[in-house]
């Protein structure tokens, strides 16, 4: 049995973008591509003290995670999504996979 892992990326708005533009774009990225991938547990959009934004993701395991990390690559719709955020400085940011050691509910 693999233990869920979970993706927690931060989220820089690009100028000009608010928080409603922010929820709408989420929106339609959860419906569009989040929604039909398989392996997504849970997807939570939270906003910081600071007023910044991270999207905390949850996968079945770091496979579906990668699976999902190289589909976004092709997908329009997270392209879309993408291009409300400021990605300056990110090109080069790997993506943390946090295994799970237990989870509550």
């Given at each position: 049995?693999?233990?869920?892992?979970?993706?927690?990326?931060?989220?820089?708005?690009?100028?000009?973008?608010?928080?409603?533009?922010?929820?709408?774009?989420?929106?339609r990225f959860q419906?569009?591509?989040?929604?039909?991938?398989?392996?997504?547990?849970?997807?939570?959009?939270?906003?910081?003290?600071?007023?910044?934004?991270?999207?905390?993701?949850?996968?079945?395991?770091?496979?579906?995670?990668?699976?999902?990390?190289?589909?976004?690559?092709?997908?329009?719709?997270?392209?879309?999504?993408?291009?409300?955020?400021?990605?300056?400085?990110?090109e080069n940011?790997?993506?943390?996979?946090?295994?799970?050691?237990?989870?509550?509910?």
């Amino acid at each position: 049995m693999t233990n869920p892992v979970t993706i927690i990326a931060p989220i820089k708005l690009a100028n000009g973008i608010t928080e409603p533009d922010l929820l709408l774009a989420s929106d339609r990225f959860q419906k569009e591509f989040v929604s039909k991938q398989d392996g997504v547990l849970r997807r939570e959009l939270v906003r910081t003290a600071e007023g910044q934004y991270i999207d905390i993701v949850q996968f079945r395991s770091a496979e579906d995670a990668q699976d999902v990390m190289k589909k976004e690559k092709e997908s329009p719709e997270c392209h879309a999504f993408f291009a409300i955020m400021d990605m300056e400085g990110m090109e080069n940011t790997e993506i943390e996979l946090l295994p799970s050691l237990v989870t509550y509910t």
